[in-house]
């Protein structure tokens, strides 16, 4: 199968994966970075303010590919975030220089708010409804097994190679811009009328077709009530298992709840990497909706378990059991998606459907004050009401409208 698919796929897959592997080594460790040099008050408050660049500069960015061009748009971003690395080290070659770093941070999430939407919709123009499934199930190993390698090796070295890891990501940028420049082709010509559609004025009539598309959006808020549930990991989950795991021994380690909790996350990556192929095998030419609720169900149900068992062996098979959800939603989500979306707004579709992230995490983080009145109980039983919710939004989004009911019978 990976030899059917188009070049730019592959070359998006190989590029993705290089640039994660190395930017993993480098980006969760942001926040230890600003706070050890600023002060945490001051390290949050930038941090946010890179959020809501990286969020505008989404929306913007998917515009631009739906006027300029995927290739176009794509290309403009990997300079720029060449050049942003570049400014990252040279700021760090003779000590820590926070401003300098923060200033490189800006121009990454500018050039990410440019790629991603661009490449995403690159995507979808090249392939069809029965190669989406295991593109997306590919590039979602891709994106697991990079995060994984780096991560691991960025906490290695992050300590006392930090510029040894800002000069991996300068040439790493060189490889896949060069990649990117040599073998992706354009799938979306520049719009004729390109110079006129980069105001603010055309910016708005672009999203406004967006924000008027039911279907589309009980698709987006359905993806947030998914994606609220995994985001919880890192807070309700996280404080959960610190305040309330029993130190126990496992093979020959002492567990406390952080070390319990990173186990958990390494257990839940190494499924995804391991079962990615088989899955996507068995997915490939089936209807992709059923295996997608059952995605649904399975991924809530683990998460439940997670926040409200503290008992080891239950913890791990709840994230086995997530991890087979993930493994079934995720492509089949992804391939449904692009069926919703037309084919002259693919941009700015999918720039806003990217935004979903950033929402999910605003509504993860309000699991903290919940768990604490609920309890962890509780809390298992509002992510199963949200599972459930998403799923519900989900199917609404894609049944069949009168018009298309007609026409099947």
């Not at 994966?17 to 993993?24: E, Q």
């Amino acid at each position: 199968m990976w030899r059917t698919l188009h070049p730019n796929v592959k070359t998006r897959i190989t590029t993705s994966f290089l640039s994660r592997m190395v930017g993993s080594m480098v980006f969760p460790f942001m926040a230890i970075y600003f706070t050890a040099h600023l002060g945490a008050a001051l390290a949050g408050t930038l941090l946010l303010a890179a959020g809501v660049v990286q969020f505008l500069a989404g929306l913007y960015g998917g515009a631009l590919a739906d006027a300029l061009g995927r290739r176009r748009t794509l290309l403009t971003g990997e300079g720029l975030k060449l050049l942003a690395f570049i400014l990252m080290l040279l700021g760090n070659l003779h000590g820590p220089n926070p401003w300098v770093t923060f200033a490189a941070l800006l121009l990454v999430n500018v050039s990410g708010g440019l790629i991603n939407p661009a490449a995403e919709a690159m995507l979808v123009d090249v392939s069809t409804p029965e190669t989406r499934t295991f593109m997306y199930a590919v590039n979602y190993w891709a994106v697991n097994l990079s995060i994984l390698i780096g991560t691991l090796v960025g906490g290695w070295l992050y300590r006392d190679h930090f510029t040894l890891l800002l000069g991996l990501l300068v040439g790493m940028s060189v490889l896949t811009a060069a990649l990117c420049f040599a073998l992706m082709t354009e799938t979306r010509a520049a719009s004729p009328t390109a110079r006129t559609d980069l105001g603010l004025k055309p910016l708005a009539r672009s999203y406004a077709q967006v924000v008027t598309d039911r279907p589309f959006l009980l698709f987006v808020l359905g993806g947030i009530c998914i994606l609220s549930i995994e985001f919880t990991r890192t807070n309700f989950i996280a404080v959960h298992l610190a305040q309330g795991f029993p130190p126990a021994d496992w093979l020959g380690v002492t567990l406390d709840g952080v070390r319990a909790a990173s186990v958990l996350t390494a257990v839940n990556t190494l499924l995804i990497v391991a079962l990615t192929a088989p899955v996507a095998r068995w997915l490939t030419g089936r209807d992709p909706r059923r295996p997608m609720h059952t995605g649904f169900a399975l991924f809530a149900l683990g998460f439940a378990a997670l926040a409200f068992s503290t008992h080891l062996p239950t913890l791990i098979a709840a994230t086995v059991i997530l991890s087979v959800g993930e493994l079934l939603y995720v492509p089949t989500r992804q391939a449904l998606l692009a069926d919703l979306i037309p084919e002259d707004r693919r941009g700015a579709y999918l720039a806003t459907h990217g935004q979903v992230f950033t929402v999910s995490k605003w509504v993860a983080a309000l699991g903290l004050p919940l768990g604490v009145a609920v309890g962890g109980a509780g809390m298992g039983v509002a992510l199963l009401a949200l599972g459930a919710l998403g799923s519900l939004l989900t199917a609404l989004a894609l049944r069949p409208t009168a018009g298309e009911r007609v026409a099947r019978a």
